[in-house]
């Protein structure tokens, strides 16, 4: 099944403390990206990554860092977070950036920041 | 930011009754796609129209595009219950740009 997979589904985490979000697709999709959701403001894009080893900054990349070392894989990682980054985190792939195909999205990550 | 705009915020109807919506956005586009969300779910694509194009449909939906007023609306015909959901554009502001605008979404709740 075609699909892409998050993981935690939920965290809950103290202020400073490291963590990482991992985010999987089984499709050979290109195109991964990170989004944060958060009431009124909609889906903001975070990182995006348009092949193994190329990413850049979305509109909120204060905070956050990516890696993609492999096609499948796109981590999103909170060095230090901070409350403000309490949100609900999607992952999402595409064939390829350009706009011209739809993204799958993850299931969401709802991460609280203590 | 650069944030689209969905208007209106929410809508309830009744069921068999027709919900549009719309959204607006800032800058050129390439393609625009509108997406739904289930309560707190992963977004699902519902349909794409590309920037030549004016209308387009898909089952029950129908979208139109206006580019000279940089806005699209979806239309959905015969609502369900099942429709309740909340629903997004999204645009590329600008042909190989990779970084994808959604908007705020509306909250649409059909009533059986």
């Known amino acids: 099944e075609a699909q892409v997979t998050q993981n935690p589904r939920y965290l809950i985490t103290v202020t400073g403390k490291k963590l990482t979000v991992t985010c999987s697709q089984n499709m050979n999709h290109e195109y991964m990206s990170w989004y944060r959701q958060d009431p009124g403001l909609g889906l903001r894009q975070i990182y995006y990554?348009?092949?193994?080893?190329?990413?850049d900054k979305g509109d909120v990349p204060e905070g956050y860092k990516v890696s993609r070392k492999e096609k499948r894989n796109f981590p999103l990682i909170l060095e230090s977070p901070s409350p403000n980054q309490t949100s609900l985190y999607f992952c999402a792939s595409s064939f390829d950036g350009s706009g011209s195909y739809e993204q799958y999205f993850g299931p969401g990550t709802r991460l609280t920041v203590t | 930011s650069q944030q689209g705009e969905e208007d209106p915020q929410a809508l309830s109807i009744q069921e068999g009754e027709n919900a549009t919506m719309n959204c607006s956005y800032k800058?050129?586009?390439?393609?625009l796609q509108w997406y739904r969300q289930n309560s707190g779910r992963g977004l699902v694509h519902l349909i794409l129209?590309?920037?030549?194009?004016r209308e387009k449909h898909s089952g029950r939906l129908r979208v139109t595009l206006d580019t000279s007023k940089k806005s699209s609306s979806l239309l959905i015909t015969a609502s369900r219950a099942a429709d309740t959901a909340s629903y997004f554009c999204a645009t590329e502001p600008g042909r190989g740009t990779y970084k994808y605008i959604f908007g705020t979404g509306t909250r649409l709740k059909v009533l059986a």
């Open positions: 800058t050129s586009i390439n393609n």
């Open positions: 990554s348009m092949n193994v080893e190329v990413t």
């Open positions: 129209i590309r920037s030549n194009e």
